[in-house]
C-alpha cells in the first residue's frame, strides 16, 4: 500500500510540467563513465595506436574529412573530447553514424582517455573547411556579442568548463552542429547555448559558422 | 619440442621451420597452397598476414567464434603453439597479386577504399586496413586476395555468419552490393 502511494506521488510530480522543469537533469553531468575516463590518466602513444580506427573517418593526424562531414579533433581539449566520446556511447548526444565505432566492443574507458590526450596534443592543421566568406561582419558581431564569452574571443573554448574549441573547425561540421543544437537535436546541448542561439536564422548561423572557422586556433 | 613451445611469434628457423612444413603440408597446402597462395578462389590467402592475425583466427576457430566445418576439426587437432608457427610460416611467404578483369569497378573501388562512404557513414578502409592494405595484427591483410573470398565474408559478417568485430558487422551493412563488388576487384589486383 505505502509503496503504491509513494509510485502514485512520483506519477504526480512527474507529470507537473513546474516540477518537472525544476527537475531537469543537470547539463554534463560527471558520473557514471564519464567520470570514471576523466578520472584515468591518458597516455598519447597508446592512443595513436586506439586512434586507428577512428582515423578511418576522422584521417589521419585527426585533420577531420575535406568535405567538414566528420569534424577536426586534433588539437581539441581532452576533457571536451571525453565528455563528447562518452554522451555519444551512452546515446546522450545523437549520433547513430558513429555510435557503433565507439561502443563497448571496439573501446575502453582507458582507450578513450589515451585517445583524448593523444588528439589534444596533436598539431592544430591549416583549416581545411571555410564557409562563402559573404557574411563575416555579420558573424563577428553574433560571436562578440553572444559566443565569445564562453568559447573564448579566439575559439580557444575552455578545457574546464567543457566549452570546446571551435577555432577553426570545419564550416560544414560547424553549421551542422549548430543547427542541431539550435533544433535541439544534438541531445546533449548545453541548454544556455540552446537559449541564445534558439531565435538565430538560418542565415545568422552560417555567418557566426563562417567567422569561426576562420578564426586561428591558438 | 621444448625449443618449439619457447619460441614467440616471429621468423621460424631451424626445428621449428621443420615442424612448421610439416604441418603445412600436412594440414593447410592443399587448400591454401604450400606458399599460402591458394589458387582457389573461395580459400583464402594467407602469404604476407600479420604472424599474429593468422594465429588469432587460427585460435578462434577453435574457440568457435569463428565458424568453418573445415577449419573446425583441422585446428582442433593442434596447439596454440602450431598456430604461432604457422603464423611466422605463412606471414613471410610472399604474397602474390590476382588480375583485374573490370578496370571501371578496380576505379570506383579504389576511391571508396581512400574514401568511405560519407553519406552512408561507411569509414575508409584504408584506415585500419592500411595504405597499401598490407594489414597488421588488428586487421588483416587484403591486398592481393581472391575477389571472391572478400565479397564472401563481407557477406558473411552482413548476416552474421561470420561474427565480425563490431566494426566489420556495421561496415558490412552500410555498404552497397556495388560498393563490395567494386573494393573486392581493386583489392584483388594489389
Not at chain 1, 510530480?13 to 558520473?31: F, R
Not at chain 1, 543544437?181 to 559558422?209: C, F, H, Q, T, W
Not at chain 2, 592443399?30 to 590467402?45: I, L, Q, R
Not at chain 2, 588480375?99 to 569509414?123: H, I, M
Request: aromatic letters at 6%; a neutral charge.
Amino acid at each position: 500500500m505505502r509503496t503504491g502511494l509513494l509510485a502514485l506521488a512520483l506519477l504526480t510530480v512527474w507529470s507537473s510540467p513546474l516540477l518537472a522543469a525544476d527537475v531537469a537533469p543537470v547539463w554534463n553531468e560527471i558520473k557514471g563513465e564519464k567520470l570514471l575516463v576523466l578520472k584515468l590518466k591518458g597516455d598519447a602513444a597508446r592512443g595513436e595506436e586506439a586512434f586507428v580506427t577512428c582515423q578511418s573517418c576522422h584521417r589521419r593526424g585527426a585533420t577531420g574529412s575535406p568535405s567538414g562531414m566528420y569534424p577536426r579533433l586534433a588539437g581539441q581539449h581532452a576533457t571536451v573530447l571525453i565528455e563528447q566520446m562518452t554522451d555519444i556511447r551512452s546515446g546522450k548526444r545523437r549520433n547513430p553514424k558513429m555510435a557503433p565505432f565507439s561502443d563497448e566492443h571496439v573501446l575502453t574507458p582507458q582507450e578513450m582517455a589515451d585517445i583524448a590526450v593523444y588528439l589534444q596534443g596533436l598539431p592544430i592543421p591549416a583549416n581545411l573547411g571555410r564557409g562563402p566568406g559573404t557574411a563575416l561582419g555579420r558573424g563577428q558581431d553574433i560571436y562578440v556579442r553572444d559566443c565569445a564569452n564562453c568559447h573564448g574571443d579566439r575559439g580557444e573554448g575552455n578545457r574546464d568548463k567543457f566549452y570546446p574549441l571551435v577555432a577553426g573547425q570545419h564550416f560544414v561540421y560547424l553549421l551542422r552542429e549548430a543547427r542541431l543544437v539550435r533544433d535541439g537535436e544534438r541531445g546533449n546541448a548545453n541548454p544556455d547555448m540552446v537559449r541564445v542561439i534558439k531565435r538565430y536564422s538560418d542565415d545568422d548561423l552560417e555567418a557566426v559558422a563562417d567567422y569561426m572557422s576562420r578564426l586561428n586556433s591558438p | 619440442m621444448l625449443a618449439s613451445t619457447l619460441l614467440p611469434a616471429g621468423p621460424v628457423c631451424g626445428q621449428s621451420a621443420d615442424k612448421a612444413t610439416s604441418i603445412v603440408t600436412s594440414n593447410c597446402a592443399a587448400c591454401h597452397g604450400m606458399d599460402g597462395n591458394s589458387v582457389v578462389p573461395t580459400f583464402p590467402k594467407l602469404a604476407g598476414r600479420h604472424p599474429e592475425y593468422i594465429a588469432r583466427e587460427l585460435n578462434e576457430f577453435v574457440t568457435g567464434k569463428r565458424k568453418s566445418d573445415i577449419m573446425a576439426p583441422i585446428t582442433a587437432a593442434l596447439d596454440p603453439e602450431d598456430f604461432k608457427l604457422l603464423g611466422a610460416y605463412f606471414g613471410s611467404q610472399k604474397p602474390t597479386r590476382g588480375t583485374v578483369l573490370d578496370q571501371k569497378a578496380a576505379e570506383e573501388g579504389r576511391k571508396f577504399y581512400f574514401e568511405g562512404n560519407e553519406q552512408s557513414g561507411v569509414p575508409a578502409c584504408e584506415g585500419c586496413h592500411g595504405t597499401d592494405a598490407q594489414g597488421g595484427k588488428r586487421f588483416p591483410r587484403l591486398a592481393g586476395q581472391h575477389r571472391e573470398y572478400l565479397i564472401e565474408q563481407i557477406y558473411n559478417f552482413r548476416t552474421n555468419a561470420r561474427i565480425a568485430t563490431r566494426i566489420m558487422r556495421e561496415v558490412s551493412n552500410r555498404m552497397t552490393d556495388a560498393e563490395i563488388k567494386a573494393v573486392a576487384e581493386y583489392l584483388t589486383g594489389l
